[in-house]
């Protein structure tokens, strides 16, 4: 048995070979076309299918189904104007179709750029983590950088490091000017490369 969507699909398409073989002259108006059964089995379809088919033929003026006397070709003219609209609906069908299929390409390709998106953020902050660590270093007494200026004390020329910020007497000094002066007691922030963190200790406190 033919499944309801296949069956729709398939008796469009007889109605179309048929009215087909009106306009080409294989059938002529007023001729008698096979019964039923026959065109069941000449399309290899279920009988419900050949009257769904004839049916529309009958609707749209091609022939006419009379129990005891068959299937009738009444216009030609009506196929022909029957096949031109099953063009348009065909092309429309198929413009739908491609519509459909790029929409579920653009989304997917969205979905797999926003992936990669998020990969790519993902793994630029975990590089960054890796390069660049943030130290809390605090300046004693002893420092040799106690009284110099930050650009005397050249953390960036001598470990890469870079003063973010100045923690002194409880107030922070964000983005400090080069001519800021340590003091004991100051707590540095600092970005530096991992594999610099042990001579940035030893620049603030050698011992």
């Not at 009106?22 to 069941?40: N, P």
């Not at 579920?104 to 969205?110: A, C, K, P, S, T």
């Amino acid at each position: 048995m033919d499944n309801t969507g296949s069956s729709m699909a398939r008796y469009v398409n007889i109605a179309i070979d048929i009215a087909s073989r009106i306009v080409r002259g294989e059938y002529r108006e007023g001729q008698k076309v096979f019964g039923r059964s026959t065109l069941a089995g000449k399309y290899n379809v279920s009988p419900e299918t050949i009257r769904r088919a004839l049916t529309l033929l009958q609707d749209t003026g091609i022939v006419n189904v009379s129990p005891g006397v068959g299937v009738v070709v009444r216009s030609k003219k009506a196929a022909e104007a029957f096949l031109a609209q099953s063009g348009q609906r065909q092309i429309l069908r198929d413009v739908q179709e491609r519509l459909h299929f790029l929409l579920r390409e653009r989304d997917m390709l969205n979905n797999e750029i926003e992936k990669l998106m998020n990969d790519l953020l993902d793994y630029t902050f975990k590089m960054a983590g890796r390069f660049q660590k943030i130290e809390e270093i605090k300046v004693t007494r002893f420092s040799p950088l106690v009284g110099k200026s930050l650009m005397e004390a050249e953390f960036r020329g001598k470990t890469g490091a870079t003063v973010l910020a100045i923690y002194r007497n409880g107030e922070e000094i964000v983005s400090p000017r080069a001519d800021n002066i340590i003091e004991s007691d100051d707590i540095l922030i600092m970005v530096v490369h991992p594999e610099m963190k042990e001579e940035l200790h030893s620049l603030v406190d050698p011992d």
